[in-house]
């Protein structure tokens, strides 16, 4: 450390930082795929008010920069008398953000199931909530699959911007070394190394996937067809 | 009964379905399917301009007519999968014409299978037939596994309950989608121009289930274009022409036409 380069103190703490751009990220995977999957689930809803409240939250959001999204739970709700640690208001902004784009990304694949089959599930007398869980998810979450591994990508990168809200994650991990020792260009190559490892394999899965979609259908159903 | 209300197009009203009439009053018995006086347009497009005809029960009729004629949007306002504008439909005691219809309760009572089979594709040929009668009738699985093959061997693929549909010819496919309607026990069944996706080869083993379910004595509607086919297996033909019943009768009825239209559209299509 004396000598002002970069030593095992330094790559420990850049993993400690990684392991929390994991953390974070699955949070807002897990936390914005719940509430995308509600999203999704409304925003394909008979009833025209859920409709239209599902989509202005999606515009908002998706015309949002995340940034602001970011700073609106971390600075704004602490002037509102809410002070959320950032790890806190970092979760709760990438879930607004994951939720607006997993809900419409997934709509988009509810309503790629050919209307035939939904017109076939009817003909069986299956009521609205067993064509959607027996015919029509099934059949979307297939389709879902590798667009919203591709998505996971996007979701790990941006949760580089809760850095500026202090969460030591990746970057902000990054930066204070780089506070130490003043060599940006090895510090950010090192971190740019570490994102492109956790991303690259996120991209080539989402490929395969697509790739395998292609040669048909064929499997067994992801959603249990028995009913009770 | 029906049929010679629209006296203005001058439709043929062939003996057949009338003289159902003194029949089925001396046996109470309702037609399974009564279409009176159904209008039906999209947009500005008219489709069904006063369609009028009865099934009774155990009876096969065929609807034929060039495309247009307004004969698959006929047969899908059996199933309420349009809603007619006008007059009315009765199926099994349900008020199809009826906005307060327990649809439900309809289409446990009526089948239909489509051109496009519609098959779901991330269920087995036995998950396919067995998940409505789960479902909708509540069925233990062993129950509904029964019903499945009786039906599937009915339609002679017993052999192929565990495959997937992508697996299976385009006929295989629709005869299970014919097993899968069948597996819910209708009183009548609806068949949309069910062999018209396939090949001439695959055409026969369709048909050959179809005779079999009318011989067993179901109550059938087909819309087609087999015309040989019609004429063999139907009790009644009706042939429509611009959203109108045309002509009916028995299937003797196509080989001597009475109308010009139907001498035209037989010329054509045979």
Known sequence: MIDGGLNSYHLQYLLFGALWTI????????????????????RVSPIKA?????????????????????????FGLSIAGLEL????????????????????????????????????AECLALSRTQRMRLVVLPQAVRIATPPTVGFMVQIVKNTSLASIVGFIELVRAGQLINNSIFQPFTVYLLIAIVYFAMCYPLSVW??????????????????????A | MNLAQDAAVQPVAHAALSAQQPQQ??????????????????????????????????????????SGSGKSTALRCIDRLEIIDSGTINV?????????????????????????YNLFPHLTVEQNVTLAPKAVKNLPAAKAREIAARTLQQVG????????????SGGQQQRVAIARSLAMEPQVMLFDEVTSALDPQLTGEVLRVIEALAQGG????????????????????IYMHEGKVWETGPGAMLKNPQTAELRDFLSHGL
């Open chain 2, 92 to 116: 099994c005691g349900h008020a199809v014409h009826d906005p307060a219809i327990d649809l439900r309760q309809l289409r446990q009572d009526v089948g239909i299978v489509f051109q496009s």
């Open chain 2, 218 to 237: 179901m109550t059938m509607v087909l819309v087609t274009h087999e015309m040989e086919f019609a004429a063999r297996v139907a009790d009644t033909i």
């Open chain 1, 23 to 42: 953390g974070l990220s699955l949070i807002a995977f897990v936390g914005g795929g719940l509430a995308g999957g509600v999203i999704a689930l409304c």
């Open chain 2, 157 to 168: 693929l017993a052999d192929k309950a565990q495959a997937y549909p992508e697996q299976l």
């Open chain 1, 85 to 120: 640690p950032a790890i806190v208001a970092a979760s709760i902004a990438m879930i607004v953000y994951v939720s607006a784009y997993l809900g419409e990304i997934w709509r988009g694949c509810i309503e790629s199931v050919p209307r035939t089959q939904w017109e076939a």
């Open chain 2, 25 to 66: 009053q001396g046996l109470q018995q309702q037609p399974v399917v009564e279409l009176k006086d159904v209008h039906k347009s999209f947009g500005i497009n008219q489709v069904l301009k006063g369609v009028s005809f009865a099934i009774p029960k155990g009876q096969v009729v065929a609807i034929i007519g060039k």
């Open chain 1, 206 to 227: 989402s490929r395969k996937l697509e790739q395998r979609q292609q040669f048909g259908n064929r499997g067994p159903a992801t959603v249990p067809v028995t009913t």
């Open chain 1, 50 to 74: 859920v409709r239209w409240a599902t989509i202005a939250w999606i515009q908002i959001i998706q015309g949002t920069p995340l940034l602001v999204v970011l700073f609106l739970c971390y």
